[in-house]
């Protein structure tokens, strides 16, 4: 199940970069 893993990274860059815009906002 190699597509579950690269569907898990690309899941984990995106909520780092919600994370990132969020405390980049206030």
């Keep these: 199940m ?3 893993r690269v569907f898990g ?3 984990m860059a995106l909520f780092a970069l919600r ?3 969020l405390f ?3």
């Design 2 to 4: 190699g597509s579950v």
């Design 19 to 21: 994370i990132d815009e």
């Design 9 to 11: 990274c690309f899941y």
């Design 24 to 26: 980049s906002e206030p």
